[in-house]
C-alpha cells in the first residue's frame, strides 16, 4: 500500500528564505502526488499536483516541487517565504494502478515564518 | 460559486446523540470521499462513493453511516455520538484517474465537538 512520509513536523523560516518542506513516498510504481495547504480553520486547498506529466510542478503562490524517481521523493519548494505562507502543509499519494482512488496523506508539516 | 460545499460548518452535541453531515459538489465529479482530521491534524480516509455506489469503508464503526443520494451528494450520518468522535470531517470529491482534470476538491470542513 502506498504510504508520504513528511520529515519535520515544524519548520522554522524567515521572512525572505528558501522554504523546502519534505515528502518521501512509498509505492511500487511512480504515484500520483499533491501537495496541499491548511490555513488556520480553514479545508484543504490544493497547491500542485504530480501525474506523470513534467517531473517539474509548478503550483500557486510561487511553489514548485520535483518528482525524483530514484530518491522516491516529492520535495516542497519555495524561494522566498512570505509571512502568509505559515500554514500546514500536507503531502499526499494515491495509486494509479488501482481503479477506484483514495488519497493518503502525510502527517503535515507546519511552516512557521519569522519577521 | 462553491465547488464542494458542507453543512453544518461547526456542530456541538451532547454524547449519545445523532447528528448528519451534509455535502454537495457541483464539478460534475464521480467519486466522493470523508475524510476524517483528528487533534493532530491526521487526515484519515473513511468512505468512498463512486456514482452512488460505496467503493471504501475503511473500517469506521457502524455508528457512522454514509448516504449517497446521487452523485453530487454524499451525507454522513453518526449514531449514538462519543467523546472520541470529535474531530473535523471533510467531504471531498474527484474524477477518475486518466481525466485531464484528476484531482480531488475538498470541502471546508464541519468542526464536530461532542461535549
Known amino acids: 500500500a502506498q504510504s508520504v512520509t513528511q520529515l519535520g513536523s515544524h519548520v522554522s523560516v524567515s521572512e525572505g528564505a528558501l522554504v523546502l518542506l519534505r515528502c518521501n513516498y512509498s509505492?511500487?510504481?511512480?504515484?500520483?502526488l499533491f501537495w496541499y495547504v491548511q490555513y488556520p480553520n480553514q479545508g484543504l486547498q490544493l497547491l500542485l499536483k504530480?501525474?506523470?506529466?513534467?517531473?517539474l510542478v509548478k503550483g500557486i503562490n510561487g511553489f514548485e516541487a520535483e518528482f525524483k524517481k530514484s530518491e522516491t521523493s516529492f520535495h516542497l519548494t519555495k524561494p522566498s517565504a512570505h509571512m502568509s505562507d505559515a500554514a500546514e502543509y500536507f503531502c499526499a499519494v494515491s495509486d494509479k494502478n488501482t481503479g477506484f482512488q483514495k488519497l493518503v496523506f502525510g502527517t503535515g508539516t507546519r511552516l512557521l515564518v519569522s519577521p | 460559486d462553491t465547488a464542494v460545499s458542507q453543512t453544518p460548518k461547526y456542530l456541538v452535541t451532547q454524547m449519545g446523540n445523532d447528528k448528519s453531515i451534509k455535502c454537495e459538489q457541483n464539478l460534475g465529479h464521480d467519486t466522493m470521499y470523508w475524510y476524517k482530521q483528528d487533534s493532530k491534524k491526521f487526515l484519515k480516509i473513511m468512505f468512498s462513493?463512486?456514482?452512488?455506489?460505496?467503493?471504501i469503508n475503511e473500517t469506521v464503526p457502524n455508528r457512522f453511516s454514509p448516504k449517497s443520494p446521487d452523485k453530487a451528494h454524499l451525507n454522513l450520518h453518526i449514531n449514538s455520538l462519543e467523546l472520541g468522535d470529535s474531530a473535523v470531517y471533510f467531504c471531498?470529491?474527484?474524477?477518475?484517474?486518466?481525466?485531464?482534470?484528476?484531482?480531488?476538491?475538498f470541502g471546508s470542513g464541519t468542526r464536530l465537538t461532542v461535549v
Open positions: 509505492s511500487s510504481v511512480p504515484p500520483y
Open positions: 462513493y463512486n456514482n452512488k455506489e460505496l467503493i
Open positions: 471531498a470529491s474527484s474524477q477518475l484517474p486518466g481525466h485531464t482534470n484528476y484531482g480531488y476538491t
Open positions: 504530480y501525474t506523470s506529466a513534467a517531473t
